[in-house]
């Protein structure tokens, strides 16, 4: 069963850099969006790839933030928000049940400049979403993608030492992360792959995808139990159509 999610920054925009095509052509059998920006009626007029069947979860306010799911595998159900009214406003997160494993597709709050919403982020949504995951795991496996604004270690990102405090590599956020991991999860990525240099967010400034200037954001993580069916996990920057680039796992 292959997955990809991807940080679309605005679906609308996407679609006009490919999207449809690299959807057709990546043959995943779930596709997770995030930071859709857009709600259902805006894009009715899309023909989406045939044999999806489509989830939203958009946000109140419009252009913002947002998640959809595309299945070719029929959930059992699909749940959105936390169940938290002050954390479902945003869109954030989309959960399918299948037979054997929950699948979350999320789009976590980023600090902001300055890190004006680093308390709302670390005390607030990091605890709630991680006790979410906790009550899903009771009942069965899960796995969970999406931009989770945050580069876990120093490996994550090019220039560590310049971002100690900014948005994404405080402290606060990495050790909630590092929480949520030793709780019994597995950012699969780094199953396959130890090394620096592998990134899937880049600033539009200053030609930084050319030269590899990025961060590791977006992430497949899955519970341990779930290990020996992961067949592969990878990052793909060679596709463009946003300032992310999509990642995926294979579960056999």
């Not at 990091?126 to 009771?138: A, C, M, N, S, V």
């Not at 999406?146 to 560590?160: F, K, Q, R, W």
């Not at 402290?171 to 019994?184: D, H, K, P, Q, V």
């Not at 990025?214 to 592969?232: C, E, K, M, T």
Request: some cysteine.
């Amino acid at each position: 069963m292959k997955f990809v999610s991807w940080n679309v920054n605005g679906v609308r925009a996407a679609l006009k850099k490919g999207l449809l095509d690299y959807m057709k052509t990546s043959q995943a059998d779930v596709f997770c969006l995030q930071e859709t920006k857009a709600h259902p009626g805006d894009v009715q007029h899309v023909a989406w790839p045939a044999g999806y069947e489509a989830h939203w979860n958009s946000a109140i306010k419009k252009g913002y933030s947002g998640t959809v799911i595309f299945t070719r595998v029929p959930p059992l159900r699909v749940m959105t928000g936390l169940g938290v009214a002050a954390h479902d406003n945003e869109g954030r997160v989309i959960t399918m049940e299948f037979p054997d494993f929950f699948l979350v597709n999320v789009y976590q709050p980023n600090s902001q400049r300055g890190l004006t919403r680093l308390g709302y982020r670390t005390q607030e949504w990091d605890p709630t979403f991680r006790h979410y995951l906790g009550k899903l795991e009771k009942k069965k496996p899960l796995v969970f993608c999406g931009d989770l604004n945050v580069a876990h270690t120093e490996i994550d990102l090019a220039n560590p030492r310049t971002n100690e405090r900014n948005a994404g590599f405080t402290i606060e956020e990495r050790t909630n992360f590092s929480a949520l991991l030793a709780g019994g999860f597995i950012d699969t990525f780094r199953e396959f792959e130890k090394g620096p240099g592998h990134y899937t967010w880049w600033s539009q400034m200053m030609n930084c995808r050319a030269r590899n200037i990025g961060w590791r954001v977006d992430y497949f993580v899955i519970s341990q139990a779930l290990r020996p069916r992961l067949r592969n996990a990878w990052i793909s920057p060679e596709i463009m159509g946003s300032d992310h680039c999509p990642v995926g796992i294979e579960l056999k």
